[in-house]
């Protein structure tokens, strides 16, 4: 049997919160900020403490017992659907096997030269290849929800983007298919390759906006404003739902003890750090963590906002202004006015009553130690982007500070996979970063693949002599002796 029978029979009730004027909304219409304020929503379960009547083991033993179940609207982020949008039906949830990415630890070699233990959860591991895949999963089920239950015959997704938001839209969107179309909007010459080919090979359509992200940002803000279109960006609050899993899963696989565990989490848009607070939050609330990980967001030189508010100790003088953005390896990342920055306060503020101080804390690391972070996760062994680049360049900065012990283990957030991202680290093989960047190859880092024999070798000898020619200077190369 396929389907078990197992679903869930639990029904929240979910509203649309405004963290700008606290005006609750109807989740039956499709809103993106508050109509009232332009203020953005968390989206709450109003009966979410009734799940309390149930002890933390129950909890625990279910979420385990699906991890193994056959049921495909259980296999991805609805493996935790009580806590994440229990208003979604089996028949509306899609799954192309987001979630359940790997935990993978930092090896002997690179756990002493960290200093610390740590492991790489690689949420490049998800169909799109990147963790944005956790909340278009959720918020395209629910929109596949709406389009059931208001028959409606076309909708039409739109979302801006420094990449991966695109990528992962087009892919929701082409598998949904019927009514729902997809078109993204990117700023142009500013996403790489593979992201490009992404929306393009899932045949979305790809609209170019010379600028930055921010550009792209107001054009979406723009059409948000006036026109019906279900906008995917972060601002959307299903999106954050489904990016609360990846607390779930890291709760999971630590045996539900996060106790002396930080997670470090790249910032751009402040989506994933939001949900990923959120998501530990909601454990908390019904006992199955008995206490929070300590979070540590992670933000580059050249695109800072945050670290810059949560920079100043004293809460009554911090003072939040966007900021302009200069080129960054971390370019998914790579945002000057995050449009989840009240949710971060939102939670952050929460975190830290339950937490206490220190359980939430913002790091500032140079675009140099981004991709070296990358460069020394990936030849121990990790697919890392450069945005778990950045984590490790924001461990490694925690360390240096004393923010971490060697006791406690650390959690760093991989959001992409590391193919996606191969230009920067071709831009420092062969030293062609432009200057803005501010990077300095170091030789011990750098890669470059080596000719052994020439293309005139090949055109001028006998096959069998080519072979060994070319076998022998592989010989002189690495320096090969004989069987004896
Ligand atoms: C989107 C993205 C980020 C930034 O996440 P936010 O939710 O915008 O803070 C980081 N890394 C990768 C690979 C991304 O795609
Ligand atoms: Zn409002």
Redesign the pocket.
Known sequence: MLTGGDFPKYRGRMEYVCLGCGQRYDIRELYYTCPKCSGVFVLEDTTFDSLAEFPPSYWQSLFDKRAATRTTGLRGIFRYHELTAPVVEEQDIVYLGEGHTPMVAANDALREKVGVPFFYKND?QNPSA???DRGMACAFSYLKHLVRANDWDSVLTVCAS????SASAALYAAYVGGPIKSAVILPKGKVTPQQLAQPLGSGATVLEVPGVFDDCMKVVEYLADNYRVALLN?KNAWRILG?ESYAFEIAQWRAYDTYRTCVF?????????T?IMGGFLKLKRLGIIPSLPRIFGVQSEHADPVYRYYSVAEAKKRRYEPVAVTPSV?Q??M?GN?V?FPRVKHFAEQYEKIGGPGSFQVIRVSEQDIIEGMLLANRHGHIS?T?GGECLAGLRAAVTLGLVEPSEESIL?A??HHL?FIGFQDMYYTNTFPPEYGITPRPEFVNAPETVISDDDKASLSPADYTAKAAQAVVTRLGLTGRG
Not at 162 to 165: I, K, L, P, R, V
Not at 265 to 273: E, R, T
Request: charged share 10%; proline share 6%; net charge neutral.
């Open positions: 490049g990147s963790f944005k420094t990449g991966d938001t972060s990016q989490v790249p910032i751009g848009n402040a989506g994933n750090i949900a971390a998914a990342a945002i995050p989840s982007c945005q957030d959001t992409a996606k």
